[in-house]
Nanobody
Framework: QVQLVESGGGLAQPGGSLRLSCAAS????????MSWARRAPGKGLEWVSG????????YYLDSVKGRFTISRDNAKNTVYLQMNSLKPEDTGLYYC????????????????????WGQGTQVTVSS
């Protein structure tokens, strides 16, 4: 069965960095786009970044552009999110998600593009 296991979350100071990892199993990882999403305290789920199945294209939420970098290693079945210059508003539970396609699709009901989600890893940015 499909499994997505996130790791790498924790407590960081403003301006600090964290690197999230998502280890995938149970499907042909290289065939599917992957994304990261987050849920801040008291808020809804927010898409953060996505990457094509072959890693050729990556997209970001405007508020994280220039600070976050998504990447993937198809040989290791893992997708990463390097987060630099962290801000308190980056605090939240971060999830990785498997797309049903090989590309990242943007539409209103974006969650419907993803058929499997990890359990999440907590990121807290605070001094």
């Amino acid at each position: 069965q499909v499994q997505l296991v996130e790791s790498g979350g924790g407590l960081a100071q403003p301006g600090g960095s964290l690197r999230l990892s998502c280890a995938a199993s149970g499907f042909t990882f290289s065939n599917y786009a992957m994304s990261w999403a987050r849920r801040a305290p008291g808020k809804g789920l927010e898409w953060v970044s996505g990457i094509y199945s072959d890693g050729s294209n990556a997209y970001y939420l405007d508020s994280v552009k220039g600070r976050f970098t998504i990447s993937r290693d198809n040989a290791k079945n893992t997708v990463y999110l390097q987060m630099n210059s962290l801000k308190p508003e980056d605090t939240g539970l971060y999830y990785c998600a498997k797309s049903q396609r090989d590309i990242v699709i943007f539409r209103t009901a974006w969650e419907e593009e993803y058929d499997h989600w990890g359990q999440g890893t907590q990121v807290t940015v605070s001094s």
